[in-house]
């Protein structure tokens, strides 16, 4: 395989596709250079200043954004005008483009089947399990769990521990609005402050557990209830990454609309906007309690597949490919 690319399946289709990483060069370097040689401008890199400084020069510098055109770059990342909520004028700067609405009613047909957990976000997905016995286990690789969703937290360790769990990648181009994935109760929302590391794959695989390290919000939500999706509890955990400003709750039952926090006690319907990641690429991590839900076969075949040159895959020395969703 050759070194230093890093591909992922294409779900649609299931071919084999070659990710083409936004800054590789200076991130790879970041990583191993100037956290080698000189740790303390490497933390001040991954801080929340310099990370929203970041995202100032990528999206909002008026000199970049002059004769910003949103129908061109569409085009490019071959995204239908079509799909957009609003008017596309109205996308006139790069940051306004990536925080962009989309009309998912229409165009992210939702599953006939009640008990069916949707993806939260249009992203690249591995599955893994941290029940030893499961074929699908992963030993902190990308998270250290007693850290991921709060040491202060025994009741949701106690819940989730050995259960499975979905990691969706989004890259920097996509729509950044994560999405309701199951349907039921918040029992508690909870922010865990953190650094802004890159969720580029080289990063990940050298910055060590990076989803446990990183700024995050936690929700838990209970789908035991009435009109829940009856898959027990599921932690929605929304981290950020290197540009990432904030993640801003937005939770809509309709479209985009009236929007708010997810609060305990309200009830989330599946399918429906959440949040929005501020622009640049983030993570979204679910949990699921052990031997509640089952992966989709395609989903785990692919995460085990060995003719993939993936950077976890090599980073990690086990099978870790993404399928495209």
């Not at 294409?10 to 200076?26: A, G, H, P, V, W």
């Not at 690789?141 to 360790?157: C, D, H, M, T, V």
């Not at 395609?298 to 003719?307: M, Y």
Request: a positive charge.
């Amino acid at each position: 395989m050759k070194s230093g690319i890093h591909q992922y399946i294409q779900r649609k289709n299931q071919m084999i596709q070659t990710e083409s990483l936004l800054c590789d060069r200076t991130i790879q370097a970041l990583y191993t250079r100037v956290r080698e040689s000189a740790p303390a401008v490497f933390n001040l890199l991954v801080s929340s200043r310099m990370s929203s400084l970041l995202g100032f020069l990528n999206y909002d510098l008026p000199l970049k954004n002059r004769g910003f055109n949103p129908g061109s770059l569409l085009a490019d990342l071959n995204i239908p005008p079509t799909d957009i909520h609003g008017p596309l004028t109205a996308l006139n700067t790069y940051r306004r483009f990536f925080e962009r609405q989309i009309r998912y009613w229409e165009c992210r047909p939702m599953s006939l089947n009640h008990r069916a957990i949707v993806s939260p976000a249009d992203a690249r997905v591995i599955v893994g399990s941290l029940s030893p016995k499961s074929r699908l286990f992963i030993k902190e690789k990308f998270f250290q769990y007693s850290e991921l969703i709060g040491k202060n937290r025994p009741a949701w360790l106690s819940a989730f521990r050995n259960g499975d769990f979905a990691l969706f990648r989004l890259t920097p181009e996509k729509y950044h609005y994560n999405h309701v994935p199951v349907a039921g109760q918040v029992m508690d929302v909870y922010e865990i402050n953190g650094q802004y590391h890159a969720c580029n794959p080289g990063a990940v695989v050298r910055s060590v557990t990076p989803c446990s390290k990183n700024r995050r919000i936690v929700t838990v939500i209970d789908t035991d209830v009435d009109n829940g999706t009856r898959v027990g509890l599921v932690a929605m955990v929304e981290i950020v990454a290197l540009m990432i400003g904030k993640i801003v709750q937005r939770y809509s039952p309709t479209a985009y609309d009236f929007p708010r926090p997810a609060a305990p006690g309200l009830f989330l319907e599946k399918g429906v906007p959440k949040s929005l990641f501020c622009p640049g690429s983030s993570t979204t991590l679910l949990m699921f309690e052990q031997n509640r839900i089952r992966f989709s076969r395609d989903l785990v075949q692919n995460t085990c597949r060995t003719d993939v040159c993936s950077r976890f895959s090599s980073g990690f020395n086990t099978p870790l490919v993404e399928t495209e969703l």
